[in-house]
């Protein structure tokens, strides 16, 4: 009972006090032909439940002292428990394990002295004569593998033989280790490196002392970097190392690099905070020494379950040539981005939302920190914010209001919206009963209510946020109220007509005049409320022709199915003339020329003459039901043969002349497993024109031409295919979208030189590639295609205006060899359209790679070399050549 007692009390102390990573030498196994008399049956696993049993009659007139055993304390071993009174040993022998509170022991054997207060644990030979088994130690998150521990549990200290643990990113392993307390390690002969294989890492850190206290720091002497186990000249007298799962804030040391325009340079240096949890703010900056600068605040937040998002401010000051020279000159550019998410399930009735990219036109083309062709490619910026609240009233009503804006970065002309408020009142059918069947013409009729107001912007990149900006917006709201119903006729048609009433009011109008200082009419600008009503009625008849052809069962394409929905819609819009004026056109006094004082409204104006038309519209689809190749499936499969192929016209009633609008036709398809789109229109105008190029009232195939006169057509081809289709997700190129380039790399991949530690090619989805003997026969790959083929005729110039592919591959060569390439070809221009060729090495822990546009206006090359993790991201070689050009 003693001894038990005893053994409780030490292995209580040792567990509780057992939480640091500890390993002890081997302790060779023992032949279970010899145990002792006293030793537990080895047929089975046993386990013991340790309680301390208290008398509860006996009382004491002090208070008790708490005990030691806090919780169950569990053991185990497959072959024995060994009771050793004479040796004052306990022995746990094969797969021995010891469980308290979160604290688990596992070892090939765990041998108890307690006389010596020690504890020791360590591997054991297999049949094989090879050590097996290692000492596991593991609490909470934190484990430990050494090859052996010895523990004294009255000192509470412990050395250990070749640790190794995990702390953060980094793995250390350590021929020695002293564990001075609780909190504090010492070790020696340490290694510690990045990469997943510690006994056989690619590189590693030599150092002979270090101070380890778990979970906040390491602290080194004299520190030389290994590369395959040849020892390089970098070396640190000394190294401190943050070990912390929180995020800490820091230096971040920039990188060299020289440009023939601006000269030498330090970029991407600056300082990083780390907040609080939910975000953070790195302030990086860039300096060359011809005087250019940048500055980047680059910042990023989450809360679970509410929101997400990030916000990034760009900014340059770039001088090129000298001083003094006729090409020198100074120019600022700027970028913002912000995005933000709202979780769904926060609050189903409110969302918000922002997308924003706006900043300098030429911001993309003179970065000298971004090279990102896809956006310099790209002509345009957008960006959206939006929120919406939903109110659950009867009837439902809808509220968003919302910041728009849309730039090209061509014309430099920015349109924006500050803000737009948006309401809508769910559809109200008044003669409709509360339950029961919508049915007929008067119980259909139903009735809505839209108003729409704008502060509407149009400015140039010059004087954006400037107060000539503001001084030229315009304003205007809109009312809605649609009254529309539907019904049946002849059983097999549907009808629907609709009566709409619209009222815009502005708060600015013009009034045209002569100026005869200027010789010219000019529009001054007219301050006050002012409003025009409008009103217009439109009905349509339209129904639905399903046409089967059948060829047999036994036919390899069973059956063909055409769908055709035909529409015929009427428009009426009367004459609303009293809102037009006259005014003098050249100063004679004679008023002759009519307009409108609403003209140039962001709604519009009310129209002069009256449109009384009948549209004519026919969609249809195909459909082929063919035998699957698959034996075992007895249901034939079905195949879209074309998605929609839809002609359309228009015939206006009271024109005098050209009656017949164009002819226009669109169509599209899915081929090779609805990987390949394939979209086509064209527009056929049944007059002919003039030698001038103008329509006259004259049919064309009485002309001297056919029927019809092809004025424009396009066709357009995407198809994306891989080795893996049907087995992952789809590409994206998320960073190139948002700076409104392309989502896909047929422009390149973006590179962002703030931050190399990211592949060109797709994020690692996890898995790894297993090398064998053999490469795969079948290499990785994926390709896309994008043809687009344009051609007019508008004045019988039968020319084709664009006609262009454009192609980007990507393959594996080998498990850790990726290349990839991105080109094109004009066939108008006859000439090759932007390529790029990229080359990737994965390095275990480190990645090489290199970008390459051997020619063009973005002709340029970039070589990195760099350590994976973040911990020591500030590890690498990255060299660059960027494009040189003139700031545009």
Do not use: C
């Not at 803000?419 to 809505?448: E, H, M, W």
């Not at 304003?475 to 009433?501: D, E, M, R, W």
């Amino acid at each position: 009972m003693q001894r038990n007692l005893f053994y409780i009390v030490f292995l209580t102390i040792f567990l509780t006090l057992g939480n640091t990573k500890t390993y002890s030498q081997e302790i060779p196994p023992k032949d279970k032909n010899f145990a002792p008399k006293n030793q537990v049956d080895s047929s089975k696993t046993v386990v013991t439940d340790l309680t301390k049993v208290i008398d509860s009659t006996r009382k004491d007139s002090l208070k008790p002292k708490k005990g030691i055993i806090e919780s169950k304390i569990k053991r185990k071993a497959v072959d024995y428990e060994k009771f050793d009174q004479k040796k004052k040993l306990i022995t746990l022998y094969n797969k021995a394990e010891v469980y308290y509170q979160d604290i688990e022991l596992k070892s090939g054997i765990i041998v108890i002295d307690y006389e010596k207060s020690e504890v020791y644990a360590g591997r054991i030979k297999d049949s094989a004569g090879v050590l097996t088994q290692r000492p596991v130690f593991k609490q909470g998150s934190n484990v430990v593998e050494p090859d052996s521990i010895r523990f004294n549990f009255k000192t509470k200290k412990a050395l250990v033989w070749n640790s190794r643990t995990n702390q953060g990113e980094f793995n250390v392993i350590a021929a020695k280790t002293k564990r001075e307390n609780d909190s504090v390690y010492f070790m020696k002969g340490a290694r510690f490196t990045t990469a997943k294989d510690i006994d056989n890492p690619e590189y590693y850190f030599q150092t002979n002392k270090v101070k380890f206290v778990p979970g906040k720091k390491v602290v080194v002497g004299i520190t030389n970097m290994v590369i395959a186990d040849v020892p390089t000249p970098i070396a640190l007298p000394f190294a401190f190392f943050p070990m912390s799962e929180k995020s800490r804030s820091g230096l971040i040391i920039p990188s060299y690099n020289d440009s023939n325009n601006r000269g030498f340079s330090l970029q991407n240096g600056g300082y990083y905070f780390a907040l609080s949890d939910n975000y953070d703010l790195a302030v990086l900056g860039d300096y060359y020494t011809n005087g250019s600068y940048g500055i980047r605040f680059e910042s990023s937040y989450a809360k679970k379950y509410k929101f997400q998002g990030n916000f990034n401010v760009r900014f340059e000051n770039l001088i090129n040539s000298e001083r003094g020279y006729p090409d020198y000159s100074r120019t600022n550019i700027y970028n913002i981005q912000w995005t933000h998410t709202k979780d769904a399930k926060s609050n189903p009735n409110s969302r918000f939302s922002a997308s924003v990219n706006l900043g300098s036109s030429k911001y993309y083309v003179n970065s000298i920190n971004q090279v990102n062709v896809g956006s310099r490619l790209n002509n345009s910026l957008s960006s959206s914010i939006s929120y919406s609240k939903t109110f659950n009233s009867v009837p439902q009503v809808n509220l968003t209001l919302a910041a728009t804006h849309s730039q090209n970065t061509n014309t430099e002309e920015i349109n924006m919206t500050l803000p737009t408020l948006q309401l809508s009142v769910d559809r109200i059918f008044p003669f409709a009963p509360k339950d029961g069947i919508k049915k007929g013409f008067f119980k259909n009729i139903n009735l809505q209510y839209n108003v729409k107001g704008e502060n509407r912007i149009t400015t140039k990149d010059s004087l954006f946020f400037k107060p000539q900006m503001f001084s030229d917006a315009k304003v205007g709201v809109q009312h809605s109220i649609p009254l529309s119903t539907n019904f049946k006729v002849f059983k097999y048609f549907s009808a629907t007509t609709s009566l709409n009433y619209n009222e815009v009011w502005y708060l600015k109008t013009i009034r045209k005049e002569f100026d005869a200082t200027q010789n010219k009419v000019i529009d001054r600008a007219i301050s006050g409320f002012d409003a025009f009503r409008t009103y217009s009625f439109s009905a349509g008849l339209g129904t639905t022709i399903y046409g089967t052809f059948n060829f047999g069962e036994k036919k390899r394409i069973q059956a063909i199915r055409h769908v055709m929905r035909p529409n015929i819609s009427y428009s009426y819009t009367p004459s609303f003339d009293k809102y037009y004026d006259t005014y003098d056109s050249d100063g004679s006094g004679t008023m002759i020329k009519e307009y409108t004082r609403f003209d140039g409204g962001i709604f519009g104006a009310p129209g002069k003459n009256m449109s009384n038309s009948i549209g004519f519209n026919l969609s249809n689809t195909f459909e082929a039901k063919v035998t699957d190749k698959d034996s075992t499936k007895t249901e034939p499969k079905k195949i879209m043969l074309l998605n929609n192929l839809n002609f359309s016209t228009n015939y206006d009633i009271t024109a005098d002349s050209l009656k017949w609008s164009p002819v226009r036709f669109s169509g599209g398809t899915q081929l090779f497993k609805q990987k390949m789109n394939v979209n086509f229109a064209a527009t056929l105008d049944p007059y002919a024109i003039n030698n001038s190029g103008q329509r006259i009232n004259t049919w064309n195939i009485d002309n001297g031409g056919s029927l019809f006169r092809m004025t424009s057509a396009n066709m357009t081809l995407n198809y994306s295919f891989s080795s893996k289709d049907g087995e992952g997700k789809e590409k994206k190129n998320k960073q190139g979208e948002r700076n409104g380039g392309r989502e896909d790399d047929l422009f390149g991949t973006n590179t962002d030189l703030s931050d190399r530690r990211d592949s060109q090619f797709d994020a690692d989805d996890g898995t790894e590639n297993i090398i064998s003997e053999f490469f795969k026969y079948k290499l990785p790959w994926d390709m896309n295609l994008a043809y687009s083929l344009t051609y007019s005729n508008n004045n019988r110039e039968q020319k084709v205006t664009g006609n262009s592919l454009m192609v980007s591959m990507n393959t594996d060569l080998t498990p850790k060899w990726k290349i990839g390439v991105s080109t094109g070809y004009d066939f108008v221009s006859k000439g090759v359209t932007f390529t790029q060729f990229r080359f990737e090495r994965d390095l275990l822990s480190w990645r090489m790679d290199f970008n390459w546009v051997p020619f063009g206006d973005n002709a340029y090359w970039g070589f990195f070399i760099g350590i994976k993790a973040g911990v020591l991201s500030d590890i690498k070689y990255d060299r660059r050549n960027q494009p040189d050009r003139a700031i545009r």
